[in-house]
């Protein structure tokens, strides 16, 4: 299992980016992906999630609105759009495949704590 995240880099507040979780070694089909991010001292953050087997996503509140994921099957990535950023949305960003691919994309188990697979992270700076 191999996650490549990118896409990452320095915007304007309000304006937008789109990451790219780019998956090998197994199928989105059976898997399903969360996006995370992380800042220094604090635990690493769910954001989103996404099961391409019947479409399921959530969403943290504090992106709800904000940001859209979404798979691509036949590329076998994930994307993150990310519009109307602010400067709280800086941290590093990483996708993630779980321990179990049962795991289903809702509470409880947006924690990393659920997550064994992860990217090696793309930076994401929000400031004008």
């Known amino acids: 299992v191999q996650l490549v995240e990118s896409g990452g880099g320095l915007v304007q507040p309000g304006k937008s980016l789109r990451l790219s979780c780019a998956a090998s070694g197994f199928k989105l089909d059976d898997w399903p992906i969360a996006w995370f991010r992380q800042v220094p001292g604090k635990a690493r953050e769910g954001l989103s999630c996404?099961?391409?087997?019947?479409?399921?996503?959530f969403y943290a509140d504090s992106v709800k609105g904000r940001f859209t994921i979404v798979s691509d099957n036949a590329k076998n990535t994930v994307y993150l759009q990310m519009d109307n950023l602010k400067p709280e949305d800086t941290a590093v960003y990483y996708c993630g495949a779980p321990k179990f691919k049962r795991l289903v994309c809702s509470p409880p188990y947006i924690d990393s704590y659920y997550w064994g697979y992860w990217g090696q992270g793309t930076q994401v700076t929000v400031s004008s």
């Open positions: 996404i099961q391409s087997i019947d479409g399921t996503t």
